[in-house]
């Protein structure tokens, strides 16, 4: 069993930056390939970038490459990702979550499907 707790949202403005975290408890972190997803008010939730248990590859959509910055920290079994550039569409409920998939395909891990535990979600709000 993993916890995982969101934290660093809030309400900025458009061009803005912000770091969410996510500190993990349980069993041990960095065996757990980490992502985040967000879901915009009448949306699905969808990929936003995911970090592999080993750290050796890294996945983000398209909609924020260039501009997002998953990381994780196995010592402080966090998970990071630093949001710049920040545009109202990245208006959201941001969440965490790991999953056990040691493979890598990118078909399989930016599936929500994919991933056994959540956490709760912190709100990400861009002004314009």
């Known amino acids: 069993q993993v916890q995982l707790a969101e934290a660093g949202g809030g309400l900025v403005q458009a061009g803005d930056s912000l770091r969410l975290s996510c500190a993990a408890s349980?069993?041990?972190?960095?065996?757990?390939?980490m992502g985040w997803f967000r879901q915009a008010p009448g949306n699905d939730r969808e990929f936003v970038a995911a970090?592999?248990?080993?750290?050796?590859?890294?996945y983000y959509a398209d909609s924020v490459k260039g501009r997002f910055t998953i990381s994780r920290d196995n010592d402080k079994s966090t998970v990071y990702l630093q949001m710049n550039s920040l545009k109202p569409e990245d208006t959201a409920v941001y969440y965490c979550?790991?999953?056990?998939?040691?493979?890598?395909?990118?078909?399989?891990?930016?599936?929500?499907?994919?991933?056994?535990?959540w956490g709760q979600g912190t709100q990400v709000t861009v002004s314009s």
């Open positions: 349980g069993r041990t972190f960095n065996s757990y390939t």
């Open positions: 979550a790991a999953t056990d998939y040691m493979g890598v395909l990118r078909s399989t891990i930016v599936s929500e499907t994919a991933y056994r535990y």
């Open positions: 970090l592999r248990w080993n750290g050796s590859r890294i």
